[in-house]
């Protein structure tokens, strides 16, 4: 018999407590043992008539009941759920959490204390919800050169920009729809800001360098002043804009790592990622690329994910493919050493100025939506340094996107 | 010291040497053991001077060396790789495999063996190139019911389909520039009938039901017979033609599993899966929809699953979640039972006729393409018996495909 506790009892919490009862024998069949949930946490002190028989008072009772070998966290934050999951760890008890501003604060130190005290530290659902993100970078990628992460990993601001291309909305009124489906937050600020994504992608970074990245240390922009003419631009040019999340391993092991809108043509696999979906392309050194795609969130593919990870700790122990990374911080680049293509829209179409802009960029071509008194230029892949430089001699800039 | 040897050194084999070699840094970090490929067979007596100095004279040197741990058959077929990999593991070996044809016609043979004996049968190259496709299916998915499987599982096909689409031309131009390139066969019946996507379709659904499903019970039909026109009514109605695998399993475990054209509409993740990339959607009872895409052929990719499993065989031992399935023969429901949408073409525009289409599918709805002295009927969900039932009723159908 295997006992979890589960700290925290909201949509993912109590997604897990569901999956572990509906999916009982399956779980037993594929494990060989028996699964229950002796105990739940929640301070809310949920009168949820299922679960009132279960509910611990104290974190203490999980932490001093030598039966639990699991604790599930799903508090979120990195206050008490920080507090709890690292005294678990410490009472050689195995964690999984669905956390990533925990994994992504305090991921190096409690991947530490997991290995010291031999016991599993997973954190499957803290990225990209029910897709098998973490383990296929831990299980397939294991002897792959990870070169490059990019990903759209947040499915609230891809649900604004799917509105906004299809069906012509401006930013606010997508905002709005999303707030009034339950997609995005009364505060949006982490996700259309790009923090959300940020954490993700420092995790992910982390995972394929083997060292600390920091989402101090990552470049983030979100998507709030995407306009509605931006999308016009894209879809004359056959592109998309998609928030995406990257990262980038140089031979040195140095990382880039940014956040930031991206306009993709048509035969980048992310173009076709639509509304709250989200995917990941992977590429390594002999693999190739592999996107993986599908729910980022939502109460059972993130509690699945908790439960995936809940298996293999059953099944595998301590005898897993190592997700981990050491406490070393790793080199990041700063984003004036990153190279694009850039989309930059100006003012004024007088055609001298036209001229003057896009010889200012070599391989640039014109592009200009009827009717409007302005255009763009799409330019070759410059260093982020040469095209501020270049950017700050020419007038009238509107904005500028960068182009994958 | 992990000892590797590698039956057959063409394509596969030849890659699998390659990444051990050139990854072997990456490799030992990953496992904590030095890796090497101590021996090579390959009756075709190479001179490549690399391997000159392990190659084996024959496959009892290999079968007898104690130190050999890791047996790769890269050979093919069902001859000499079936009597190989099974003298393997009955003397003991861990087997990995690319090999479909042997997985699809002796897996649950050779997995049984593989139990007994307690060392591992793995064949993640043999589906999906370098997608890691059966480890998800064996490991994210563990605990989960598998309601559906549907999956581009053929580059050749999906390459092929590709051309006739983008570029307006008919099937044998289209077969005959992926012949050129080297994507399609001589003999390209296997690809372009089905038979490749078939053998792959049949071993995950004995993934997903855990009973033996046979080639040979799984209806397939290919690509030959779409033509440019059907290529047309797709796009006007904002579809493409994909050749899919697909297995659904139902409450009792039955399974229906088929190998058909079918047309599929811009929202399904399929649609936008272009050239020789391969992708899959699983869909499970919690974890929803989740699609994984990549190059499902290819040298580096193919081999780089071989090395996966070699990995995990290192790491994991026999503590892996299985990845299995039992010798019960599974039941595959007959085409006749299974239910679908159908998109038929019409000789004959006159419009008493299009109307006796139309009103002999209920909410069925009427295409047309210009200038074409025919019509095509798009239906609602007809299970596939009453299908062919109203269809016998009615004359001058030139073709059907089905819809998803």
Redesign the interface.
Known sequence: MINVSILGFGTVGSGVYQ?IN??NK??EA??GKKIRVKSILDNRKSVNPDIAGILAEKFEDIENDEEISVVVETIGGTGAAYDFVKRALLKGKNVVTSNKALVEMYGSELLRIAKEKNVAFLF?ASVGG???LI??IG???????IKEIDGILNGTTNYILTCMTEEGQSFEEALQKAQELGYAERNPEADIEGYDTGRKIAILSSLACGKEVKFSDIYTEGISKIEKVDLEYAKQMSMAIKLCGSATVDDNGDIAAYVCPMMLDR?N?L??V?GV?N?ILLE????????????GA?K??T???V??DI??II???S????IEWSEERAKVLPMDKTSHRYFIRFKDVDEKHITRCRRAFADSEVIRLEGLDEFAVLTGYIREKDFNLVSESLNDIIKFIRVR
Chains 1, 2 share one sequence.
């Open positions: 999956i509906e999916n399956e779980l594929s494990t499957e029910g897709i098998p383990r296929t299980d397939a990628f294991a002897g792959e050169v035969d696999p173009y076709m639509k979906f995917a390594g050194n002999m693999l190739g690329r592999t996107m993986l795609y599908g729910s939502g059972l593919p509690a699945s994910a439960v995936s298996l293999s099944k595998l122990g005898n897993r493919l190592p």
